[in-house]
């Protein structure tokens, strides 16, 4: 029986202009993968005319060492966190579980750099977490970027260990990790990645970080204002949860 493959989930809200052309480069630089990878892309309830040329336009089917899965629709807008959670959660079995945002400020090279590193030693299984260091590589808004910083400082307050960055959108999990926080799993918006460093942690889970190239992507359905606090919100509401 071949090895169940890992499972790359990709959130996607109104990305029917984006995300094609980002999925074909990652498609072609996974394909050589020497493990086999399911790209799961969850529509996180985009207007229906957005989702259908958005699925119109995804390459279903196999492609080397990847493979696209047939995608799946929330009816209503999660807010990343449930979309992620709906990727996971459609393939229980899979061998490891990551996800990368849609707008493809994260380039198809530093998935796989990732995935290759996160998959190098499975004796010994750590999550793997990108991070956005000041670099010519990383080109950022600065208002963000110090926006970003406050945020992964609140974070670390909860989860008893500081990243630089914590809402790079690309992470990876280990199944064994995973699946003992999943039954509890909130999801939390746009603290997902938040509540996975927090609940990982507690486990404990051995944390890898990766320095990436990165660069910012206009269009995005993110703002500072009204997000910011909304996930602040959010962030309140996760540290209450997690309180002993």
Do not use: Y
Not at 19 to 32: E, K, S
Not at 57 to 67: D, E, K, Q, T, Y
Not at 126 to 144: E, K, M, Q
Not at 203 to 223: D, H, N, Y
């Amino acid at each position: 029986m071949p090895p169940a493959p890992g499972v790359l989930c990709i959130p996607a809200f109104r990305e029917a202009d984006r995300l094609p052309a980002f999925l074909d480069g990652l498609v072609t630089a996974l394909a050589p993968s020497p493990h086999p990878v399911l790209i799961q892309i969850v529509d996180d309830g985009s207007p229906p005319a957005e989702r259908e040329r958005l699925f119109s336009a995804l390459p279903v089917g196999p492609n080397g060492a990847c493979s696209v899965a047939p995608p799946l629709a929330l009816a209503a807008n999660s807010r990343k966190g449930g979309a992620i959670l709906a990727g996971w959660r459609a393939h229980p079995d899979a061998a490891w579980f990551a996800f990368v945002d849609a707008d493809g400020a994260v380039p198809a090279e530093e998935v796989r750099r990732l995935l290759h590193a996160a998959t190098a030693a499975p004796e010994r299984p750590c999550a793997w977490f990108a991070v956005r260091r000041t670099s010519p590589a990383v080109r950022r808004d600065i208002l963000r970027a110090f926006a970003g910083r406050v945020f992964s400082t609140l974070v670390g307050e909860i989860a008893g260990r500081a990243l630089d960055d914590i809402q790079c959108g690309l992470k990876f999990v280990p199944a064994t990790a995973w699946r003992k926080i999943e039954p509890e799993f909130l999801g939390s918006g746009l603290c997902f990645d938040a509540e996975l460093l927090a609940r990982l942690c507690r486990l404990p889970c051995c944390i890898e970080e990766l320095p990436i190239a990165w660069q910012e992507k206009t269009g995005g359905s993110v703002r500072l204002w009204p997000d910011a606090p909304r996930m602040l919100f959010e962030l309140a509401r996760l540290r209450r949860m997690l309180s002993p």
